[in-house]
């Protein structure tokens, strides 16, 4: 049998707020609750998310996802600047690095 519970200690702002939004959907304070309580209790606890972390396989991805990542934000400049920046030179391995970015 369902009950009707009751949420207190709600802030009057948050309250209009949500009122608001509920009431230019069509929806009342009741649904909204509802739907907002049952999603929050189908989420996995903490416990559950660490445990499926943990049976997870390691990743080993051929290309470095920091790498990824910046030649999707346009930055592959930079990324050769800082691959280059990261590796041990002689003087003849520098010159070739700058020549590598010089050419791009």
Do not use: Y
């Not at 396989?57 to 346009?74: C, D, F, L």
């Amino acid at each position: 049998m369902p009950t009707g519970d009751k949420i207190r200690h709600l802030p009057d702002t948050v309250r209009r707020k949500i009122k608001a939004q509920q009431t230019f959907k069509g929806e009342s304070l009741a649904d909204r609750g509802g739907r907002e309580i049952r999603r929050v209790g189908k989420r996995p606890t903490l416990k559950k998310v660490l445990a499926h972390l943990a049976n997870l396989s390691p990743v080993n991805p051929r290309v470095p996802p920091a790498q990824v990542i910046r030649e999707e934000r346009g930055e592959p400049v930079l990324t050769k600047v800082r691959e280059c920046a990261l590796r041990p030179h002689t003087p003849a391995s520098l010159a070739g690095c700058i020549e590598e970015l010089t050419e791009g």
